[in-house]
């Protein structure tokens, strides 16, 4: 099966997203099942985070008339148990939305349930993943609760290969002025690097990918320039 990836820079589960919704459907082993929405980088923020991420997603589900449930995989002891695991049996495509990408990597690595989602997004099932959702992905993974910039970069999902990729890119320098170039630096010899502008997604293969929203994909590929991709482009 080919693999079928939408990677958002920020704004999931808004009206925006349909568009990567419907392409992931379209190539799903299971395209008449149950979306999977899991808001596991943000469950350190407590409950009430957690659960207000899942309320977003079922409404946008639901928006869409697309069946949905809410993935109850909050701490790494979910990431070993039956049941969350054999979620991804009847799932339609899995989304995860933002929060901490160091957090959920440490949830995830090394766990029965990420062996088993990496075999199926091999199979067929899309994987989606918003800000953290993304980053995570990694070989090192951004801690934003981190005091100082030095001591955020944490082990990641190492699934991506040699690319690094950060999200909220034309946001980042408002946050912390001069941001970008550090982020930059902190790409390792011979990586890739992938900035996603809010509200703006790439969707592929893994290989190829295209351009979906209001910014640009910015790539820079191992030992060359910057390279601006907008809405609709391919790269």
């Known amino acids: ?39 596991t980088a943000s469950a350190h923020e407590g409950d009430h985070v957690f659960d207000r991420w899942a309320a977003a997603g ?5 928006r869409l008339a697309i069946p949905a449930r809410v993935l109850d995989l909050r701490v790494r002891d979910d990431a070993f148990r039956d049941e969350v695991i054999g979620s991804l049996d009847d799932a339609s495509l899995i989304s995860f939305s933002g929060g901490n990408p160091a957090r959920l990597a440490a949830i995830l690595d090394g766990t029965p349930f990420w062996s088993a989602l990496v075999a199926a997004v091999s199979d067929g ?25 030095r001591d955020a970069w944490k082990p990641g999902l190492r699934a991506l290969g040699p690319v690094l990729v950060a999200p909220h890119w ?33 969707v592929g293969d893994g290989v190829r990918w295209e351009v979906v929203g209001r910014g640009a994909a910015h790539v820079r590929r191992a030992g060359g320039a910057m390279e601006r991709h907008g809405a609709g482009a391919s790269f």
């Open 125 to 149: 099932l899309p994987y989606a993943g918003c800000s953290a959702g993304v980053s995570a992905l990694c070989d090192t993974a951004f801690d934003n609760e981190a005091r100082r910039m």
């Open 58 to 62: 079922l409404a946008h589900y639901a």
């Open 170 to 202: 034309d946001a980042i320098d408002r946050w912390v002025p001069g941001a970008t170039r550090v982020i930059l630096r902190k790409v390792p010899d011979g990586h890739a690097f992938l900035g996603l502008d809010e509200r703006t997604a790439v």
């Open 1 to 39: 099966m080919t693999r079928s990836l939408a990677f958002l820079g920020s704004g999931e589960f808004h009206p925006w997203t349909e568009t990567l919704d419907r392409w992931a459907l379209a190539r799903s082993r299971h395209p008449d099942g149950v979306a999977l929405i899991a808001p």
